[in-house]
């Protein structure tokens, strides 16, 4: 099992849409998680970190479920320029590894 | 403006030859990070360093080198014994001791072509 994973999508949503992403992890003492956005041919730019009581920024939701280890991310209200692929990182209890996920890819259509 | 930057952006190689990618931050980071990403791959952690003089290997440490003489200077080797170096390579950085969670800043990466 990896210890980061995610489903590649493509996740095909038109303009408007709510979608829905999840992230699972293995190593249950993990302590801290982010998404990234990459854009293609481009470097990862942190979207959002991940707090234990779930957070908001805007049309992005963020949770973590610690019990079932997974994160979340809900992106409301897509727009065209959403389209990118969205990676979960997941940071070690010792604060200096970081595991990425293989990314979602999301295309978001007119 | 704090930042990390990599050069060159696109660098191309013939087969055999070593070479040495670049990566500088002014962020005052303590920790900086070598990672490889193939075409519609995930990235995978090639090196990282959290402190001047010392670094460890990463998931993908075969025919890779790198230094660590001052803090804000982390470049990357590709030797010869590295079987596809052809690929997109993102440096990183974060705060450490003081941050716990301190995300990762990249740099724009360099787009390694060997022939």
Request: glycine fraction near 8%; proline fraction near 4%.
């Amino acid at each position: 099992r990896k210890e980061v994973e995610q489903d590649p999508g493509p996740f095909n949503v038109p303009e408007g849409a709510t979608v829905a992403f999840n992230c699972t992890y293995s190593n249950s003492a993990s302590q801290s998680f982010f998404w990234y956005r990459q854009d293609c041919r481009k470097e990862p730019k942190l979207l959002m970190s991940v707090y234990s009581s779930g957070n908001e920024d805007g049309r992005f939701t963020a949770q973590l479920n610690r019990a079932s280890q997974y994160i979340s991310l809900l992106i409301r209200d897509s727009k065209l320029s959403d389209s990118a692929t969205y990676l979960c990182v997941v940071k070690n209890n010792a604060g200096n590894m970081l595991t990425f996920g293989g990314g979602t890819r999301l295309m978001v259509k007119p | 403006d704090g930042g990390i930057t990599q050069s060159p952006k696109y660098l191309f190689r013939k087969e055999g030859q070593n070479v040495t990618l670049s990566c500088e931050q002014n962020l005052n980071h303590d920790a900086m990070y070598w990672y490889r990403q193939d075409p519609g791959q995930g990235l995978r952690l090639i090196y990282y360093s959290q402190i001047v003089n010392d670094f460890q290997k990463g998931d993908i440490a075969e025919g890779y080198s790198v230094s660590r003489e001052k803090k804000e200077s982390f470049p990357l080797t590709v030797t010869s014994a590295q079987k596809n170096p052809t690929a997109f390579y993102l440096c990183a950085s974060s705060g450490l001791r003081a941050t716990y969670n301190s995300p990762l800043h990249f740099g724009n990466g360099t787009r390694l072509t060997v022939t």
